[in-house]
């Protein structure tokens, strides 16, 4: 069965979420997005179909949209897509072994919080007005500044 035939699977699908599920429109916007690449992908794959797919083939699918410049957090989204559709397909007969379990996006690289120049600390920290709110903040923002303690460690304290 060639990925043509995913079509009419995958419009129930996305109806059972937007109808039953009340998913929101973007999410099934999203989901209808991930299938109809996960249909070209397997178009891309002779002698293959939906129902005969292997986690091999999803690990090959998953590297294809790597190498094309998805990052690991829009592969996560996708594959977890594609997890859902085939839990689906699964409940309804369509399909005896779920390919997309167990196989994971490649990691995000995480991103460094953002920290003030030397000239925007001190910019901060050096004008305080003559109200006793003005020097509590010019005194929270020195102690955070120069201990490095987390926000929610400088809102626990307690005098």
Do not use: C
Request: proline fraction near 5%; avoid cysteine; aromatic fraction near 6%.
């Amino acid at each position: 069965m060639a990925a043509g035939a995913l079509a009419p699977l995958v419009g129930a699908y996305l109806d059972e979420l937007a109808q039953q599920r009340r998913q929101s429109p973007h999410t099934v916007s999203s989901y209808r997005r991930d299938l109809g690449v996960l249909g070209r992908l397997i178009d891309e794959l002779p002698g293959h179909s939906y129902s005969t797919l292997q986690a091999a083939h999803i690990r090959r699918f998953v590297a294809q949209l790597h190498a094309r410049g998805l990052a690991g957090r829009s592969l996560a989204r996708t594959l977890s897509a594609w997890r859902g559709f085939y839990r689906w397909l699964g409940r309804r007969g369509e399909v005896g072994v779920n390919p997309v379990e167990g196989v994971r996006a490649p990691r995000s690289p995480q991103a460094l919080p953002k920290v003030l120049s030397p000239d925007e600390a001190s910019r901060l920290l050096d004008d305080a007005g003559g109200e006793v709110a003005d020097i509590r903040d010019q005194a929270m923002f020195e102690l955070f500044y120069s201990s490095g303690l987390r926000l929610a460690e400088l809102a626990a304290l307690d005098l």
